[in-house]
């Protein structure tokens, strides 16, 4: 790992059986942000939370937002971040 | 998170396409070690890689071994590290 490398974290509840969402979500983010991102971890929770962060900082969380995230916005999210130039294609909606 | 439990790494040449292999492996350890585990990190990588650590202690790698694990390859390392206890259920043959 190259430990200069943005670290994404997916805290799931177990419970829920959020684990598939969260797997999924891992890939849409390692597909698209495979020479940005040093890694991301998939983190059992228990709660009913669902929550991304970026090198700790939270990014989402089910209960504030009241729903859980598309893949699109948490990589726009990401993007706005560590990859400003970057496309993330015909998905890919810019405000302002 | 709960900092004090094991950290599991799989590294994987994304290159490769790789990741689909690692994303299952990680659900899979994730749903046979829900309570013992902290975390499992997906790990880009590069030139073929394909290796499973566990806090740092390299369980499996690809390329040394010559082939990719078995799921139940990698859990019982685990179980062996961190719950030897543990039952793998029918899969899980104990040798001697």
Same mark, same amino acid.
């Given at each position: 790992?190259? *430990?200069?490398?943005?670290?994404v974290?997916? *805290?799931?509840?177990? /419970?829920?059986?959020?684990?598939?969402?969260?797997?999924? !979500?891992? /890939?849409?983010?390692?597909f698209?942000?495979?020479?940005?991102?040093?890694?991301?971890?998939?983190? &059992?929770?228990?709660?009913?939370?669902?929550?991304?962060?970026?090198?700790?900082?939270?990014?989402?969380?089910?209960? *504030?937002?009241?729903?859980?995230?598309? &893949?699109?916005?948490?990589?726009? !999210?990401?993007?706005?971040?560590?990859? &400003? /130039?970057? #496309?993330?294609?015909?998905? #890919?909606?810019?405000?302002?």
């Amino acid at each position: 790992m190259d *430990e200069g490398r943005p670290r994404v974290e997916i *805290e799931y509840c177990s /419970q829920c059986r959020f684990v598939l969402r969260a797997s999924w !979500l891992a /890939q849409e983010l390692l597909f698209t942000f495979t020479e940005e991102l040093g890694e991301v971890a998939l983190i &059992p929770g228990t709660g009913g939370i669902f929550e991304v962060r970026l090198n700790g900082e939270r990014l989402w969380n089910k209960k *504030e937002a009241g729903r859980f995230p598309e &893949p699109k916005e948490v990589k726009q !999210l990401i993007r706005d971040r560590i990859a &400003p /130039q970057k #496309d993330l294609g015909h998905s #890919d909606r810019k405000d302002g």
